[in-house]
């Protein structure tokens, strides 16, 4: 049972244009909503993130879109750059009873970049 | 550099051997996670510390066993895996709800073959 589904699989987008990654996830207890950009050999680093009480968020060339009702988030990356080619996952989370957060993650984006 | 160091980066280990893996966060956060991340597959929370104490165990076979001795140190006991268990292994840690950011930080991961 995957609870946050991603989309698509792969992207590629020529240099300068926009990059859209989709996610939806079911889980209403959900409360936190993190992008993560992941280069091969590397861990997965924090990239924006969202609380469900704000629709957009905007960071440089990076912006959440978010539709409560829908359930749905996406990631907009404006001006792509060959430097942004890498794995991007969505995420939810939600608060464990006893302590931490509990991230469920999409599958993940395999964004390149083309020149 | 997040501030999350694991070892070792990389493990070839036979279905008869045990090991360890460690992790070790420098952040000053209480809660300290293992997940794991398979090709093709999202990334699996396993196991979440909150103040040494687990809070989350995700159903993970019992040849995985962790260790928290303090909130800085985390440790994942390896013994008798089976070739399916090879994936990279991440540890990420997070402040607590109520005290700051709820961001996770993964460090870089430990790549593991079981052989």
């Known amino acids: 049972q995957q609870q946050v589904k991603q989309s698509p699989q792969s992207l590629i987008v020529q240099k300068g244009g926009i990059s859209i990654i989709n996610c939806a996830y079911e889980n209403t207890a959900f409360d936190y909503f993190p992008w993560y950009q992941q280069f091969p050999g590397k861990g997965p680093a924090l990239l924006i993130a969202i609380r469900p009480d704000v629709s957009e968020k905007k960071e440089g060339r990076f912006t959440i879109s978010f539709n409560k009702s829908a359930k749905q988030f996406s990631l907009h990356i404006m001006d792509s750059q060959p430097g942004d080619s890498a794995t991007y996952f969505c995420a939810a989370s939600a608060i464990l009873t006893g302590g931490g957060n509990k991230l469920t993650f999409g599958t993940g984006t395999q964004l390149k970049v083309e020149l | 550099e997040t501030g999350v160091t694991q070892t070792p980066r990389h493990l070839v280990m036979g279905m008869t051997n045990k090991k360890s893996l460690k992790c070790e966060q420098h952040l000053g956060h209480n809660a300290m996670y293992w997940y794991k991340q398979s090709a093709k597959k999202p990334l699996e929370l396993m196991f979440v510390?909150?103040?040494?104490?687990?809070?989350e165990n995700n159903s993970v076979p019992s040849r995985f066993s962790p260790e928290c001795p303090n909130s800085s140190h985390l440790f994942l006991h390896l013994h008798t895996l089976q070739p399916e268990d090879s994936a990279l292994y991440l540890c990420?840690?997070?402040?607590?709800?109520?005290?700051?950011?709820?961001?996770?930080?993964f460090g870089q991961g430990t790549r593991l073959t079981v052989v």
């Open positions: 990420a840690s997070s402040q607590r709800p109520g005290q700051g950011p709820t961001e996770a930080f």
């Open positions: 510390y909150n103040f040494k104490e687990q809070t």
